[in-house]
């Protein structure tokens, strides 16, 4: 059983910058590809972005290419989402989920297919 703890939300004005963290408890997260996804009010939940147990391998939405980075300290058993240049529409509730892969190689965009997931933290970006 994996426990993924989200921190690092708030409020920021649109251009600004945040990092999101994810930490995990209960197994060793170089086990597992992480993913970042986000849901905002009235809406469906979306992929943001994804990162291969290796770190070696990373997806991304095209509506936060070149603006989000995804990263992973295996050691620190965390994953981190650093967000630059933010837009309003980036806000949500970011959550970030582990699926379980022996390939250090592969990653996830599909949700439905994660094993766990955290419970979430607010990014509001005001204009």
Same mark, same amino acid.
């Given at each position: 059983?994996?426990?993924?703890?989200?921190?690092?939300?708030?409020?920021?004005?649109?251009?600004?910058?945040?990092?999101?963290?994810?930490?995990?408890?209960?197994?060793?997260?170089?086990?597992?590809?992480?993913? !970042?996804?986000?849901? /905002?009010?009235?809406?469906?939940? #979306?992929?943001?972005?994804?990162?291969?147990?290796?770190? !070696?391998? @990373?997806? +991304? /939405?095209?509506?936060?290419?070149?603006?989000? @980075?995804?990263?992973?300290?295996?050691?620190?058993?965390?994953? +981190?989402?650093?967000?630059?240049?933010?837009?309003? #529409?980036? @806000?949500?509730?970011?959550?970030?989920?582990?699926? +379980?892969?022996?390939?250090?190689?592969?990653?996830?965009? /599909?949700? /439905?297919?994660?094993?766990? !997931?955290?419970?979430? @933290?607010?990014?509001?970006?005001?204009?």
């Amino acid at each position: 059983q994996v426990q993924l703890v989200e921190s690092g939300g708030g409020l920021v004005q649109a251009g600004g910058s945040l990092r999101l963290s994810c930490a995990a408890s209960g197994a060793p997260l170089n086990n597992y590809a992480m993913g !970042w996804f986000r849901q /905002a009010p009235g809406k469906e939940r #979306e992929f943001v972005a994804t990162i291969s147990r290796s770190g !070696w391998s @990373t997806d +991304y /939405a095209d509506s936060v290419k070149g603006r989000i @980075t995804i990263s992973r300290d295996n050691a620190k058993n965390a994953v +981190y989402l650093q967000m630059n240049s933010l837009k309003p #529409e980036d @806000t949500a509730v970011y959550y970030c989920a582990a699926k +379980y892969f022996r390939s250090p190689m592969s990653t996830m965009i /599909a949700g /439905a297919l994660y094993d766990y !997931w955290g419970q979430g @933290t607010q990014v509001t970006v005001s204009s």
